[in-house]
Every structure is written in C-alpha cells, then in structure tokens.
C-alpha cells in the first residue's frame, strides 16, 4: 500500500531533503516550504527514519478535510480509526501549526483535537490514552491552514536530529540535521578533505564520519512507529540488519577539526568516541587565524561565532577581515562555507560569495555563505608600465 507523508527539516534544506527522499525509495516528491511530502510504502517510511540524514521527523498523513469551526475539526478527528493505530495505554501529545487560519484559539483547536481522540477512545475501548506534554509515546500532529485541516501521526517520536550520540555540548551546538544538510550544500562527498576550524563540540565532524562510514544516524534510537499496531516487526528487522551490513571501517578519510577552546574539543573528542569515530577524525587546538590548509584542496565548513549568540560586534569586526586574509593567503584553491546570522561576516570578511543559501538554526534566521578561495589578493593587479 501506498501511504503518504510528509518529512519537515530546517527551512532551506527542502532541496536536498528532497534528493535523500529519492534515494531511499520515496516517490510522488513535492518540496513545500519547511518540508517535503512523499509517498511511499511502510518499508520507505521505516527507511527514511532509520537513513534520513536531514528530515527532523516523518509524519504519516491520516486525513486532510476542508473545515469551517472548531466542531467540523473534531468531528473529523473523531470519525478515525484511532484504535486501530494505537492502544489506549499509550500517552498522547498534540501539536498544531497553522498558517492563515480564521479560527480564534489554536490552543482551543489543539484541545478538540486531544478530546476528539480520547473520547474515541473511551467509545471504543473504554479507556483513554494519557496526555503527557514532554515526553509522549504517540505524537499526534495538526496543520490548519485558510480552507484544510490535516491530521498526521508522528512516525519518528524524538526529532529525528536527536541521534543517541552527542552527549556532550558547547554553548551554541549545531543540529545533526542542520550539520549534514550543510556537507550537502556545499556538495562534500568523503573523497574530499574537510576542515572544520572552529569544530565547537564536533557536529560536522561526527556527521561527515558517520555517511563516509555508511552508518544510519538512527541505528542507535527507537522510533515511535515500532508502538504502532501495524508496525511490521518481520521487515524493521531485516532493514536495520541490511543497514547494518553496509557499514564500513576500513576506510581512511581526510576529516580534520580544530577549535581555539579546549574545553570544546573535550567536548568533540568525547562524542567521536560515543560514535566510535575517533580514528576517522583528526583534533588539534588552535586559533583559526593562526592554521594552515591540511591538504592542497579541500572544503572548510564551519559555524563561527557572531553577535547573537558569542562575543561582540567590534570584536567580530576586527576578526572576520583577518579571517579573510588568512584564508586568501594559506587555503587557495580550497572552497570555504560559513553559517552566519551576523551581516557583518558578508560585509567584511573581503571575500566575494559565490553562493548564498538561507538557513534557519533553529528558530534564529542564518546565511550559509560559499568561497571559492584563490590565492593572495581576489583583486587583479594593473600591468605595470614600462
């Protein structure tokens, strides 16, 4: 069976999203803005939660109907089959997102929801399920725009860039999601070295080893659909033990980090064991201004500090022209991409972008920012006369 769904990932990345949507077996791809809907079998859902590198989570659509109040909603809701999907023992969580809704409370909506879904319940079984606001079993999501109201079931459970792995962080950690949706847009593949000189706790890094080593970043998590009555324990198993089979450790990669803070490359080092990463990545401590390129070519992909969230604007203004020489005169013909909310880097740095590409780190809006890097001046010199 055909069933269709819906996989939301940080604003920016519908693109790519879409292409890792494809290659695991989803069809019918429609990029939408936040997201990207698809149909597929359960065999691709259970696949793209298990492999999706840049979905935050993936949601099975449960119906989609035109409303006019808050009772045609719960009517709509009520009239499901919810027992058939779930049992009662199980605690419920709703969430609602609405664009250009007409309707007054949303909190009212959410609450009509919750209510249509246990009463339910109660008709059916006898029973009701739990709400718990923090730490559900089923999630349950609603999308309201001007005219529909959809209604999905959260196949994923915790955000899909939740991996089980990190443990240790930093002030300002980066998204697993957000981390490889970046490597995509700056088109690294594992042949190419990759520098991160201000790694923080190692995102990029532990991304970048993981899909050279063909680990799925879920491997080590559960996923709420495995509460589901139709999960199919039968083909999960045999998925996770075909993903498994494709993993690679005898490989050798060209991936280095660095940070001026050692107390972040603690961090780092800590979360390349968790992952079993540690001998695919090389750390050093050390001032960005101050390193050199490790290989001839490369791409440099990092998250530097900026006003919003570190240091202060007339630091920043003094540092980022110096990153720009040093990357002029030390990392010619390697490619450098920066995720910046600070306007500063761009009007600065005295490099020319070569791409532009808006991001959203979490709710705060950013610009991934792309050098090509030639040697010395970006400047042609005049002839001199004779």
Sequence with gaps: MTEHFFAPCP?????????????????TIEILPGGVAFQGSWLTCYRANLESRIASRILWQLAKNSYRNETDIYEQTYSLPWQNWFE???????????IKCPLRSLDFVTLRIKDAICDKFRAICNKRPNINTTAPDIRIHSFLDAQQCTLYLDTSGEALFKRGL???????????NLAAGILALAG???????????????????????IACHIAPGIQRAFACEKFKLFDSATWQKLKQTTKQQQTTDISLSIYGSDLSGKALAHARSNLAIAELTEYVT????NILEISAPTETGILITNPPYGV???????LAEFYPQLGNVLKQRFSDWKAFF???????????????SQRTPLFNGALECRLLGYELVAG?????????T
């Design 188 to 210: 690294w593949q594992p042949s190419i070295p990759l520098l991160d000189p201000m790694c923080g706790s190692g995102t990029l890094l532990i991304e970048a080893a993981q």
């Design 283 to 286: 750390l050093k401590q050390a």
């Design 377 to 385: 001046s970006m400047r042609r010199k005049k002839p001199s006369k």
């Design 166 to 176: 990190r443990q240790a962080q930093g002030e300002a950690p980066l998204r697993e």
């Design 309 to 315: 969230r570190i240091g202060n604007q007339q630091a």
């Design 88 to 98: 009662p023992r199980y605690s419920i969580k709703v969430n609602l997102a609405a």
């Design 11 to 27: 604003r920016g990345l519908e693109a790519v999203l879409s292409h890792e949507l494809a290659q695991l077996g989803a069809t």
């Design 339 to 353: 995720l910046t909310a600070d306007p500063l880097l761009a009007k600065t740095i005295r490099l020319k972008p």
